[in-house]
């Protein structure tokens, strides 16, 4: 038999959370148009249920614990105010399922013979999400990015951000509070100027999204301003060299 396959489009948003795994692992948690979730495993809504009653997935870090973000370095949580119990944060991702498909059609629920099947061959599924955006509805042509955390500072408060660079050269800042559109011509003089870091060496308060605000400290492990620099202009030259073999 002759086989074949396909591939479908499934879009989605991000709404930030930790992964209790020894540390705490800041992350984007994937949500899906289908009811999917990716939080470092592809679960539907009752296996994301699950995940938040066992502590894997989580919206808040206790006292003294170790904050971990992927390209950026650890930081440890000197006092926190957090904004969301087990209950309250699995609502929040229900209200966002519910925004991205209002209908709730088409939402996929894992049968026992799939979980069974992970759990024999020992399997996790992922996800491979793609940040892009639309610059404009009569021509629906996504513009492909790709991003990194780094901390922000903006209006006498402190942020942490994902940065996403896009191949056209913008740079998307944002968070639930605010949103702000940069150029990479741009990033030099940000970095130059403070607007971004990457280090704490002093206990600094820091917006963790909607999630909630805790004083840090750098902890161990941590990128210097140099290297997050580099490492976002490799993204727009990755990016482009991508484009660039397409074409």
């Known amino acids: 038999m002759h086989k074949i396959s396909r591939q479908k489009t499934i879009e989605g948003t991000t709404i930030p959370g930790f992964i209790s795994n020894g540390e705490y692992m800041y992350i984007n948690v994937h949500i899906f148009e289908d009811g999917m979730v990716n939080c470092w495993e592809l679960v539907d809504m009752q296996g994301l249920s699950q995940k938040i009653e066992l502590g894997w997935l989580t919206a808040s870090v206790p006292e003294r614990e170790s904050i971990l973000v992927f390209d950026l370095g650890s930081f440890r949580v000197l006092g ?19 925004d991205l498909n209002p209908s709730m059609t088409n939402i996929y629920k894992m049968t026992l013979e799939e979980k069974m099947k992970m759990e024999q061959r020992r399997i996790i599924p992922l996800a491979e999400p793609e940040d892009f955006y639309v610059p404009s509805e009569e021509d629906y ?3 492909r990015g790709d991003g990194s955390f780094i901390f922000m500072r903006r209006e006498q408060q402190n942020y942490l951000v994902y940065l996403t660079v896009y191949q056209d050269g913008r740079i998307k800042c944002e968070s639930t509070v605010f949103e702000e559109i940069f150029h990479i011509h741009e990033l030099h003089d940000l970095f130059m100027e403070g607007v ?17 605000e805790a004083d840090i400290v750098s902890h161990g492990y941590a990128v210097n301003i140099e290297q997050k620099y580099d490492q976002l202009q490799a993204i727009y030259r990755r990016l482009n060299q991508k484009q660039d073999s397409k074409e």
Do not use: S
């Open 141 to 143: 042509t996504p513009v």
């Open 196 to 212: 971004f870091f990457t280090e704490i060496h002093t206990p600094l308060r820091v917006v963790f999204d909607h999630l909630g």
């Open 80 to 98: 926190g105010k957090w904004n969301y119990d087990q209950d309250g944060y699995y609502e929040r991702i229900v209200n966002i399922l519910h």
